[in-house]
């Protein structure tokens, strides 16, 4: 199956600081990624929509400013948490969709990135 | 707006015994895909199986199976002969065409030796 990749796969920074996360699609084109982010034991909630060469689309309640999603080419999106704070750590996954000949994508998940703010 | 519920928080099955995990989903569309996600402690999401909501036929993966009742809106995953292995947490998810997902709660399923 396809592969998706995320880096760093665990991250610590300070209060304050921006943090970059990289989702990358390793051997097919992803039209569109998608970031989640799942509080621990609690389910994957969706973060925003990222389609290449667009603005991403953020759902409700996600801060656009702080939450930077920049997705440049077809094999690479990244999220960036600027000034993060405490409350932002989390475990951040991405998602990507791979063109096929049928009208179904399947849809393939990063290993994640854990994220803690101190 | 299209929900997922998973109404059981955790489950506990013998090894070697079949499971049930259930899931209910809330939607007005006619065509979409459900799934069953597995979460080992690694946290990679893992498919565990797809059931596209046009075909009637359950969708059926080795040990895993689906009884997917789609006016109900119901699509409980069975998990038969459990292994040591098949412990980790279970999300349903709902996606629309090429839309992204939406996960229920999760169960946390425990295999007893």
């Known amino acids: 199956g396809a592969v998706v990749s995320q880096h760093p796969s665990r991250v610590i920074c300070k209060s304050g600081t921006s943090v970059k996360i990289e989702c990358r699609s390793l051997?097919?084109?992803?039209?569109?990624m998608f970031w989640y982010r799942q509080f621990p034991k609690k389910s994957l909630m969706l973060m925003a929509t990222?389609?290449?060469?667009?603005?991403?689309?953020?759902e409700q309640g996600v801060e656009k400013d702080k939450f930077l999603i920049n997705h440049a080419s077809l094999t690479l999106s990244t999220l960036t948490v600027t000034s993060a704070h405490p409350e932002d750590s989390s475990f951040y996954i991405c998602?990507?969709?791979?063109?096929?000949?049928?009208?179904?994508?399947?849809?393939?998940f990063g290993p994640g990135t854990r994220l803690t703010v101190l | 707006a299209q929900t997922v519920t998973q109404s059981q928080p955790e489950m506990s099955v013998q090894e070697a015994e079949t499971v049930t995990l259930s899931c209910t989903y809330d939607?007005?569309?006619?065509?979409?895909?459900l799934f069953w996600y597995k979460q080992p402690p690694s946290r990679q999401m893992i498919l565990v199986i797809r059931?596209?909501?046009?075909?009637?036929q359950n969708a059926t993966e080795n040990r895993f199976s689906v009884n997917f009742q789609k006016a109900a809106k119901s699509f409980s995953l069975k998990i038969s002969d459990s292994q040591l292995g098949d412990a980790a947490m279970y999300f349903c998810?709902?996606?629309?065409?090429?839309?992204?997902?939406?996960f229920g709660a999760g169960t946390r399923l425990t295999v007893k030796p």
């Open positions: 998602s990507a969709t791979s063109k096929r000949g049928d009208s179904y994508n399947e849809q393939f």
């Open positions: 051997d097919f084109q992803a039209t569109t």
């Open positions: 990222s389609n290449e060469g667009s603005k991403a689309t953020y």
């Open positions: 939607t007005s569309e006619s065509d979409y895909y």
């Open positions: 059931q596209e909501a046009y075909k009637q």
């Open positions: 998810a709902y996606r629309r065409n090429n839309n992204d997902m939406r």
